[in-house]
């Protein structure tokens, strides 16, 4: 059974880069039959889409994040990343990875918490 | 960006009630409209897609209609472990992918 785990550093200074990896197991990450995502969730802006990954494909950015996000894949680990620049507070949120069908969410990894503060 | 308005922000009710959330967007999503479930401490859990297709393993009391701007959540019998948070996602054309801000059930 496949399962997502997310892990990185829990607090990250301000103005610094946020680095998270989604690690699977119980499946390929370099499937055609499967796609990548990274959502956030904080208490001021609820859930937020930040990136999709499409493996042989494309990738797609929030617009409102896309000047500081970069996600990259790392087969031979069965790993894709996050790294997110310029960090303020209000990035501060859960950080959940999952893998999506087209733009829908079925399987999540169980987050992780990143603070940004000084 | 396609905003997602969910009504109620939360609600009481008992088990064996039946449950409407409803969620309206912005602009025709065409059924690009997918439902999850959040309970505290866990990540969501899709319960449906294109409106009104349930996934694999959700139960059959959970129902979606709608179409254009206009969508429902229904639970047609609360049961306990369906107290919860439900959002709504659309994924209608081109990103970004937005969400509700969430209905909040609760014990009456």
């Known amino acids: 059974q496949m399962q997502l785990q997310e892990s990185g550093p829990g607090l990250v200074k301000p103005s610094e880069t946020l680095s998270l990896t989604c690690t699977i197991s119980?499946?390929?990450?370099?499937?055609?039959?499967?796609?990548w995502g990274w959502i956030r969730q904080s208490p001021g802006k609820g859930l937020e889409w930040i990136a999709n990954?499409?493996?042989?494909?494309?990738?797609y950015y929030n617009p409102s994040l896309k000047s500081r996000v970069i996600v990259s894949v790392d087969t031979s680990k069965s790993q894709f990343s996050l790294k997110l620049s310029s960090v303020t507070a209000a990035d501060t949120a859960l950080y959940y990875c999952a893998k999506t069908n087209t733009a829908t969410f079925d399987l999540w990894g169980q987050g992780t918490l990143v603070t940004v503060s000084s | 960006d396609i905003q997602m308005t969910q009504s109620p922000s939360s609600l009481s009710a008992s088990v064996g009630d039946r449950v409407i959330i409803t969620c309206r967007a912005s602009q025709d999503i065409s059924n690009s409209l997918a439902w999850y479930q959040q309970k505290p401490g866990k990540a969501p859990k899709l319960l449906l897609s294109?409106?009104?297709r349930l996934e694999s393993g959700v139960s059959s009391r959970f129902s979606g209609s709608g179409s254009g701007t206009d969508y429902i959540l229904t639970i047609s019998s609360l049961q306990p472990e369906d107290f919860a948070t439900y959002y709504c996602q659309q994924y209608y054309s081109t990103p970004p992918w937005t969400f509700g801000q969430g209905t909040k059930v609760e014990t009456k």
């Open positions: 119980g499946g390929s990450i370099s499937s055609r039959s499967y796609h």
């Open positions: 990954f499409y493996f042989g494909g494309s990738t």
């Open positions: 294109t409106a009104s």
